[in-house]
């Protein structure tokens, strides 16, 4: 059996090892993919850095992966591209499974955490939980879609109907989000890190209509705001200019805490709400709209090697766009 590359994490706090690897077997139900690329989130980071408990160890990270299939399975045909995204399993069988709430699942495992992701040249996949990849997005553009687009357009959604939409953290999330809600005709209001200006004339080139530092006001009160930074503190800056009834949406899998606030900002029937994975259907709804808007991705590509690289900008806010791992094939 040939050995496989990959990016290899020990134990969090420790970098990515390089490493040859058997190739996976694919088991029933499962497909082999080839590796084309595979976007790098925020959550690679959470779980780097041990800010979420017991991932598989030894473990290949990786959820935001287009590859072509190699072998296995029934859905797909052999060289054909898919989509490879954080949900990874369910039982199909606890309450929330029958209820149409999958992604609460309690017994549910996710790429990259339970399961060995993208951040390899192969890879084994549930064939169930994988999504074809819309024409006109090459293996590089359309990573991103497969969560940071999918996250965003969960919480989008779990946005309701808001005309006045604020967007804090302009990072791989917002950028996508951004320009479905425009394609929506919603307005935009971007919070960058205070002093970001490249990042906030990023935000302005793709329709918002006002940008600034998470420590300033907009010019009028929001209907909803999505938090995609993982940071506790915006929480209470965001619901001090949310108008009546308006709700924030808490996207992040990881947030540090949230401080006390008067109940007078909470008031009002504003709500706080967070977002938790994703079910299918919002994958096939999404990526079904994508082409639509469409949604152009930033891709800064990065060899598969260079993956602590690529983290470690992300860790420091240096990308506006995603940085997606270039794989390449054997």
């Known amino acids: 059996m040939n050995p496989m590359r990959a990016m290899v994490l020990d134990r969090p ?27 790098v989130c925020r959550t690679d980071l959470h779980i780097v850095d041990g800010e979420l408990p017991d991932p598989k160890l030894p473990l290949v990270l990786g959820h935001q992966v287009v590859g072509e299939v190699v072998d296995g399975g029934s859905r797909f045909e052999r060289g054909e591209r898919v989509g490879v995204p954080w949900l990874g399993f369910t039982d199909q069988t606890c309450r929330y499974c029958l209820s149409g709430r999958e992604n609460l699942c309690l017994h549910a495992q996710f790429t990259g955490y339970h399961r060995d992701g993208g951040y390899a040249e192969l890879m084994v996949a ?13 293996d590089v553009t359309a990573a991103p879609l497969l969560c940071s687009g999918l996250i965003g357009y969960r919480s989008l959604r779990l946005a309701g109907d808001a005309e006045r939409l604020g967007l804090y953290g302009f990072g791989s999330s917002a950028h996508l ?10 307005r935009v209001f971007a919070f960058t890190r205070p002093g970001d200006t490249a990042g906030q ?4 080139e793709l329709g918002a209509e006002w940008a600034g530092g998470s420590d300033q006001k907009p010019p009028e009160e929001l209907d909803a705001s999505i938090i995609f930074a993982p940071v506790g503190p915006l929480v209470p800056a965001a619901l001090r200019v949310l108008a009546r009834g308006g709700t924030v949406v808490c ?3 990881h947030m540090s805490d949230i401080p006390s606030f008067p109940y007078e900002w909470l008031w009002e ?19 079904e709209l994508a082409p639509k808007v469409p949604i152009r991705t930033y891709p800064e590509v990065i060899p598969l090697t260079e993956a602590n690289e690529a983290l470690r900008r992300l860790r420091a ?12 094939t054997r």
């Open 13 to 39: 706090g420790t970098p990515l090892r390089v490493a040859d690897l058997p190739d996976p077997l694919p088991g029933p139900g499962q497909i082999r993919l080839r590796v084309r690329a595979c976007a």
């Open 126 to 138: 549930d064939e169930h939980y994988c999504f074809p990849i819309p024409a006109g997005f090459d």
């Open 177 to 186: 989000i951004a320009q479905v809600a425009r394609y929506q005709g919603r």
């Open 201 to 204: 004339q990023f935000a302005r």
């Open 251 to 253: 996207a992040g899998i």
């Open 269 to 287: 029937e504003r709500s706080i709400r967070s977002v938790a994975n994703l079910t299918r259907q919002d994958g096939t709804d999404f990526l």
């Open 317 to 328: 806010g240096e990308l506006h766009g995603t940085a997606v791992l270039k794989i390449k």
